[in-house]
C-alpha cells in the first residue's frame, strides 16, 4: 500500500523568503502522479501543483516549485518570495491513475510580517 | 473557469438522523470521489465511483454510507444514522479521466452531529 509522509508538523518562514516543505511517499507503482495541495483557514482545497512520475522535469507554478527525486520517492515543495497569504496548512498527496488521493499529515506554514 | 460546488456548506444534525450531503462535479468528469477530514487530521479517502457504480471504498465507508448519482450532475453522499464521530468536513472531488489526473474539490460541508 502507498503511503505519504510529511515529517514537519510546523514551519515558519518571513515574508519575501524562501521556504521548503518535505514530502516522502513510498510505492512500488512506476506511473503516477504527486500533488501539493494547499488548505486556508476556509478549509477549502486548493491545488498548488502537480507532478507527473514519467516527467523528469521539476513542476513549477510561479513561486512554487518542487523538487523531485523519484529513486529516492521524495516530492518537496519550495515556495520562494513567500507572502502573507501563503499561511495555510499544506498537503503532499499521491495518486495512481483515476485512482484515489492517499494524503500526508499535513504541514502548518505560518509566514510572519 | 468550472468547479465543484456542494451543498449545505454546513449541516448541523443529531445523533441518530440521516443527512444528505450533495455535490454537482465539473460537467464532463467522470470520476467521483468523496473524502472526510476530522478538524486537525488529515484528508481521508471515503469512496469512488465511476460509471454509475462504486469502484473502491475505505473501510470508514460502512453500513451507514451509500452513495448516488441520481441524474447527470448530482453525486450525493447520505449517512443513514449518523454518529458523533462523523462530525468532519466532507469533501467531494472529480477529474475528467482520459489522462487529465488531477482532482479537482468542491469547498467541503462542514457536518456537526450533535
Known amino acids: 500500500a502507498q503511503t505519504v509522509t510529511q515529517s514537519q508538523p510546523e514551519m515558519s518562514v518571513q515574508e519575501a523568503e524562501t521556504v521548503t516543505l518535505s514530502c516522502t511517499y513510498d510505492?512500488?507503482?512506476?506511473?503516477?502522479?504527486l500533488f501539493w495541495y494547499k488548505q486556508p483557514p476556509s478549509r477549502q482545497m486548493i491545488l498548488v501543483i502537480r507532478q507527473e512520475a514519467y516527467k523528469q522535469q521539476n513542476a513549477t507554478e510561479n513561486r512554487f516549485s518542487v523538487n523531485f527525486q523519484k529513486a529516492a520517492k521524495s516530492f518537496s515543495l519550495k515556495i520562494s518570495d513567500s507572502q502573507l497569504g501563503d499561511t495555510a496548512m499544506y498537503f503532499c498527496?499521491?495518486?495512481?491513475?483515476?485512482?484515489?488521493?492517499?494524503f500526508g499529515t499535513g504541514t502548518r506554514l505560518q509566514v510572519f510580517p | 473557469e468550472p468547479e465543484v460546488t456542494q451543498t449545505p456548506s454546513h449541516q448541523v444534525t443529531q445523533m441518530g438522523q440521516e443527512v444528505i450531503l450533495r455535490c454537482v462535479p465539473i460537467?464532463?468528469?467522470?470520476?467521483f470521489y468523496w473524502y472526510r477530514q476530522i478538524l486537525g487530521q488529515k484528508v481521508e479517502f471515503l469512496v469512488s465511483?465511476?460509471?454509475?457504480?462504486?469502484?473502491?471504498k475505505s473501510e470508514i465507508f460502512d453500513d451507514q454510507f451509500s452513495v448516488e448519482r441520481p441524474d447527470g450532475s448530482n453525486f450525493t453522499l447520505k449517512i443513514r444514522s449518523t454518529k458523533l464521530e462523523d462530525s468532519a468536513m466532507y469533501f467531494c472531488?472529480?477529474?475528467?479521466?482520459?489522462?487529465?489526473?488531477?482532482?479537482?474539490f468542491g469547498p467541503g460541508t462542514r457536518l456537526t452531529v450533535l
Open positions: 460537467s464532463n468528469h467522470l470520476y
Open positions: 472531488a472529480s477529474i475528467p479521466g482520459g489522462g487529465t489526473d488531477t482532482q479537482y
Open positions: 498527496a499521491f495518486m495512481k491513475y483515476t485512482d484515489k488521493l492517499i
Open positions: 510505492t512500488s507503482e512506476n506511473n503516477y502522479y
Open positions: 465511483f465511476y460509471n454509475n457504480e462504486i469502484s473502491e
